[in-house]
């Protein structure tokens, strides 16, 4: 496979975006931060566990739940000590910093950015190759990973990261592609899939599709 890098310098920000620390891994976080929903340091709780429930697009308890299950995964984010627990909860996760903290598989997961936050095409190539020809609701045919083989996907990174995989990395990936699939993903019931384009677009520009950001709050303005 070839190693092709996609990315901007870590850190470089093109027009109108934040630049992201190359120590915050997550995709999905990279765009809040990048596009000003969510500051690149120090995030309450309460702010960002709102924004990932209004990226969620429900509404009432099941929005709650949304919040509350992103609130648990972030009050750990920056370290399982009962200090730094107390910290998150009380001034929040610190999301330049989530690096080498307690969520990072340190390669368990997809490869597509490396510690640098460069992103590797060959490895959204290696992403597509799970997919398969899905009927967009909005008109035509496009590549993308339904429930089913976003499991093989994540399988097979497991299986790729041999003995460094930890027993509990799959319970962590619960949290990353299948929550992916549930706020990105286009159609209903088994058919829902995720669009590798626009995977592609939330690594390589830390873009969200409009769909999305009209859920949530005007952000602050870019550079
Ligand atoms: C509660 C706040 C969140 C925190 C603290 C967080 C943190 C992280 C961290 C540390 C990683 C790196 C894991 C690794 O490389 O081993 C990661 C990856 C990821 N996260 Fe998040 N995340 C959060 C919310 C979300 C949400 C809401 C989504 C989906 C909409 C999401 C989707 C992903 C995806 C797809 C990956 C990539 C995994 C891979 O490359 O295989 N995250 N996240």
Known sequence: MSDRHIATAPGAAPAGQFPVSPNNPCPFLR????NGYVGGHVVPLSQLSEMIGLASGETG???????RKA?????????????????????????DELRNGPLDKHGGG????????????????RLASFGKDCKDPAG?????????????????????DGDAARWYFPILMKGEWP??????????????????????????????PERITARLPKPAAGR
Do not use: C
Not at 61 to 67: D, H, I, L, M, Y
Not at 112 to 125: C, E, F, P, S, Y
Not at 191 to 203: G, H, N, P, Q
């Open 179 to 208: 929550v992916l699939l549930k706020i990105l993903g286009k159609g209903e019931g088994e058919a829902r899939y995720l669009s590798v384009a626009e995977v592609r677009t939330l690594f390589v520009e830390r873009r969200l």
């Open 110 to 125: 997809s490869r597509i950015l490396d510690a640098d936050a460069k992103v590797h095409g060959d490895q959204i190539d």
């Open 31 to 34: 765009a809040l931060v990048a």
């Open 61 to 67: 308890s099941a929005q709650k739940e949304v919040r």
């Open 140 to 160: 035509g045919i496009e590549i993308g990973l339904t429930a089913k083989e976003i499991e093989a996907f994540m399988a097979d990174n497991i299986k790729r």
């Open 71 to 95: 609130w648990m995964v972030a009050v750990i984010a920056n370290g399982l000590g009962p200090l730094r627990v107390f910290k998150s909860a009380t001034s929040g996760a610190v999301l």
